[in-house]
Nanobody, 117 residues
Framework: QVQLVESGGGLVQPGGSLRLSCAAS????????MGWFRQAPGKQRELVAL???????NYADSVKGRFTISRDNAKNTLYLQMNSLKPEDTAVYYC???????????WGQGTQVTVSS
């Protein structure tokens, strides 16, 4: 498994932007899938965005057109660019990686994103 460390969370006003980063302990170029999940207080963890090694991406309907997932293989880092943030985006955001299709997932420790005026 790969070790993951998220950063970039914080407090932002509605309509603002943040970029989350997820630094991996090793090469991410061959990882089957990497993604971002989030968990708000009292709610289940949910998928935000997922990117497969071939480039295919999936987004939750609630973030389509506002969030963009990307990878920098040279830096072994996954990103989540979040624009037009809403209060309902407030949650702890977790990075996730699955080395192969049937591999158990690796998780980061999470980073808090709070959208409030």
């Amino acid at each position: 498994q790969v070790q993951l460390v998220e950063s970039g969370g914080g407090l932002v006003q509605p309509g603002g932007s943040l970029r989350l980063s997820c630094a991996a302990s090793g090469s991410i170029s061959g990882i089957y899938a990497m993604g971002w999940f989030r968990q708000a207080p009292g709610k289940q963890r949910e998928l935000v965005a997922l990117q497969f090694s071939g480039g295919t991406t999936n987004y939750a309907d609630s973030v389509k057109g506002r969030f963009t997932i990307s990878r920098d293989n040279a830096k072994n880092t996954l990103y989540l660019q979040m624009n037009s943030l809403k209060p309902e985006d407030t949650a702890v955001y977790y990075c996730n990686a699955r080395m192969r299709l049937l591999s158990p997932p690796s998780w980061g420790q999470g980073t808090q994103v709070t959208v409030s005026s």
